[in-house]
């Protein structure tokens, strides 16, 4: 009884050891802990530093090792930073779409409480508090757009639609692919919808016009 209780506080401070070397601010899963114990050990632990206040727990599976501020108080990652954090875990490529496409590109300063990801991984939904994070998986050939720029136009335009994308959008939308290789865009506008490549094609050419 006595080893197996030095056992488990081995395990525990392993993890306790592990967090605090990752720094504050750190997202986390159980996963990251497997080394060192079964999963239900890792479990009890991770539930114990978070009722000790030491952790805070966002959603299922998903912990924080937080970072204060003293005027500001816990400073929570971004849906988009939890987004990201949950794809590497799973080596999985993710997209942004609808409306959170079009507030990360400044064509609408709605932001939304639902965020949808298009993904080659698993397919499921974190909830956080009032937000949450939604994975839907795609086709192989949504995930093959390479600019990262390219890649959240398409999105934001598919959101909008044809009717909705007005010439100051357009106009933003230009600005930014500025930030874009030309060969990037002109791959990337092949597997775009044909309205959308219409309008990345025109942006090259007139970028080339102007070379």
Avoid: C
């Amino acid at each position: 009884m006595v080893v197996q209780k030095q056992h488990k506080i081995s395990i525990h401070n392993q993890i306790i050891k592990r967090i605090t070397q990752k720094g504050k601010g750190n997202i986390f899963f159980p996963s990251d802990f497997v080394d060192f114990g079964s999963p239900d050990a890792v479990r009890q632990s991770l539930s114990r530093l978070t009722n000790d206040k030491i952790i805070e727990r966002l959603a299922h599976g998903v912990y924080l090792y937080p970072k204060h501020n003293p005027l500001l108080g816990t400073l929570y990652p971004s849906t988009e930073e939890i987004a990201v954090a949950i794809a590497k875990r799973d080596k999985a490529r993710i997209i942004p779409t609808g409306l959170f496409a079009l507030h990360k590109l400044g064509l609408s300063t709605q932001v939304p409480m639902k965020v949808v990801y298009l993904t080659d991984g698993t397919a499921r939904k974190i909830q956080l508090g009032k937000q949450s994070i939604t994975f839907k998986n795609t086709s192989p050939k949504k995930l093959s757009i390479k600019g990262g720029n390219t890649s959240l136009v398409i999105q934001a335009l598919r959101q909008l639609g044809k009717k909705q994308a007005t010439m100051q959008m357009l106009k933003t939308v230009k600005t930014i692919l500025a930030r874009e290789d030309t060969k990037l865009i002109e791959e990337d506008a092949l597997l775009a919808p044909a309205w959308i490549a219409q309008i990345l094609f025109s942006i090259i050419k007139e970028r080339k016009a102007n070379d």
